[in-house]
């Protein structure tokens, strides 16, 4: 995770330098805003990631003398196909539309079946064809 944390140092350095520079040649607050939050956020991740680095042991693909079945075994639980983030989304959808045209009932609805899509999506895990 070493290295990880180098990438978001340089790219915090970078983004530090350019920043005022922005602000030096267009005056712009919008972009010299957006390019100090980036610098923020690429700076905190850099943290985050250089406090977890010093209390874990080296990944072994961050040791030098580490083999390539160190590596080996389960990685993880990767999920299958899901179909709930499209019935999430588009309830996020009908709710959009419902506030643009200021039509409430359409609102209330995408609400009403925005929970239930998210519920689905949360609990797909517990029964079913994927359930542990």
Do not use: N
Request: glycine share 10%; net charge negative.
């Amino acid at each position: 995770m070493k290295v990880e944390a180098w990438i978001f140092i340089i790219t915090g350095i970078f983004l530090l330098l350019v920043s005022p520079a922005y602000w030096v040649i267009t005056g712009d607050w919008t972009g010299t805003s957006a390019l100090t939050m980036a610098t923020l956020l690429a700076l905190m991740v850099a943290l985050y990631l250089g406090f977890h680095a010093a209390k874990m042991e080296p990944r072994p693909e961050d040791r030098k003398d580490a083999e390539i079945a160190d590596g080996a075994g389960e990685l993880g639980f990767f999920p299958p196909y899901s179909w709930w983030p499209l019935w999430c989304g588009s309830t996020l959808a009908v709710i959009v539309f419902g506030t643009a045209m200021q039509e409430w009932w359409l609102v209330i609805l995408g609400f009403t079946l925005g929970a239930v899509a998210l519920s689905g999506w949360i609990f797909e895990y517990y029964r079913g064809e994927h359930a542990h």
